[in-house]
């Protein structure tokens, strides 16, 4: 178990680099804006977009669909333990990963001796608190009991919703520039 954990947490590592390097060609501001923008349009126009994604009905269960954000990524808001907050969707990503501050307004506290499982990230090495988060709920998908990492917020960037949430769903699409999600 403890391999798997450490293996997990080099893969969330990797993630929070791609994250970190794709910075490089858009920058934090940048994309947070374009994300924003995007989701105040779509608001107004009634449209899908890079913030709460639409949440549609059908014969199998909840459909979700996220349009991709101008940086191509995908973003959404989820609620952790009835919390609302911003995640990048990251199928590449084993774990979800969630940012220390965040976590504390969703209940979740850790201590420093929590942070025992080593990561790598664009700032270097640091350590990371492996915990099981009670929900995470997109616009009536709700998983419970869901294996996250907790990092510093400066090991950070964006909290990233990863395969232990994603891999419990129906299904995960990503087609003609949106994500479908299926509860």
Known sequence: MRTEIIAAAGIVAASVIGVRVYDGR?????????????????RQSGGVGAGRAASLTTGWGDEIRIAAA????FYVEA??????FKF??????????????????AGVYTSYTDYTYPVHTANGQTKAAFVTLDEIEIDGIRV???K???LKDEQLAVNLLG??????LESVEARKGELVLRG
């Open 26 to 42: 858009v920058s934090e501001i940048e994309r947070m804006e374009a994300a924003r923008s995007v989701n105040t349009e779509n």
């Open 70 to 73: 101008p940086d191509r990524q």
């Open 79 to 84: 609620d952790v333990n009835r919390r609302d």
């Open 88 to 105: 990048l969707v990251d199928t590449g990503a084993s774990y979800v990963a969630l940012r220390d501050s965040d976590a504390r307004e």
């Open 144 to 146: 419970e009991g869901v």
């Open 148 to 150: 996250a990492f907790i």
């Open 163 to 168: 395969m232990s949430f994603l891999s419990r």
